[in-house]
T-cell receptor, first 112, second 112 residues
Framework: EAQVTQNPRYLITVTGKKLTVTCSQN?????MSWYRQDPGLGLRQIYY???????DKGDVPEGYKVSRKEKRNFPLILESPSPNQTSLYFC???????????FGAGSRLTVL | AQSVTQLDSQVPVFEEAPVELRCNYSSSVSVYLFWYVQYPNQGLQLLLKYLSGSTLVKGINGFEAEFNKSQTSFHLRKPSVHISDTAEYFC??????????FGKGTKLSVKP
């Protein structure tokens, strides 16, 4: 089944403890992206990647890192999480130029 | 810069009534427009998209939207809603980098 898989789906952590949210897609998509969803703010893009080894900042990149060493994986790294990064995170992917994103199921992160 | 405004944050409606969810965008270039739906505790899925051609676009689950260039609008409509349409709906427009810019969302609540 074609899908975008995120892990973990739920995580509670403490301020300053590094964590990684993994994202993997099995559709051979070039483009991958991370969003965060907060009540009343909709979805805001954190980082995106046009292809392997090509990443760029979205609208809210502060406090996050990404890497794209392989086409299928696009992990989101929080080096030193803070409470304002408590949010629902979505990974998405698509073929370049296709204009149809496939979303993962989301990862709910709570930073205490 | 492109932006999307969803004019209603919440829309309550009775079952079998018609509904319109409003979306306005701003852009100085040609745009692609989308509506995504998020059911409770799930990721986003594409409802419909406008890329070119006919300004009336039909999507899944009986939804349709009309692209109005002069009014820079892309309102979503359904003639008769069901309880199962209860969800949050997001309008989106392509940005200058080819990324998607989302509105803040409209929560549709269908009551029996």
């Amino acid at each position: 089944e074609a899908q975008v898989t995120q892990n973990p789906r739920y995580l509670i952590t403490v301020t300053g403890k590094k964590l990684t949210v993994t994202c993997s897609q099995n559709m051979n998509h070039e483009y991958m992206s991370w969003y965060r969803q907060d009540p009343g703010l909709g979805l805001r893009q954190i980082y995106y990647s046009m292809n392997v080894e090509v990443t760029d900042k979205g609208d809210v990149p502060e406090g996050y890192k990404v890497s794209r060493k392989e086409k299928r994986n696009f992990p989101l790294i929080l080096e030193s999480p803070s409470p304002n990064q408590t949010s629902l995170y979505f990974c998405a992917s698509q073929f370049s130029g296709a204009n149809v994103l496939t979303f993962g199921a989301g990862s709910r992160l709570t930073v205490l | 810069a492109q932006s999307v405004t969803q004019l209603d944050s919440q829309v309550p409606v009775f079952e079998e009534a018609p509904v319109e969810l409003r979306c306005n965008y701003s852009s100085s270039v040609s745009v692609y427009l989308f509506w995504y739906v998020q059911y409770p505790n799930q990721g986003l899925q594409l409802l419909l998209k406008y890329l070119s051609g006919s300004t009336l676009v039909k999507g899944i689950n009986g939804f349709e939207a009309e692209f109005n260039k002069s009014q820079t609008s892309f309102h979503l409509r359904k003639p008769s809603v069901h309880i199962s349409d209860t969800a949050e709906y997001f309008c989106a427009v392509t940005g200058s980098q080819g990324n998607l810019i989302f509105g803040k969302g409209t929560k549709l609540s269908v009551k029996p």
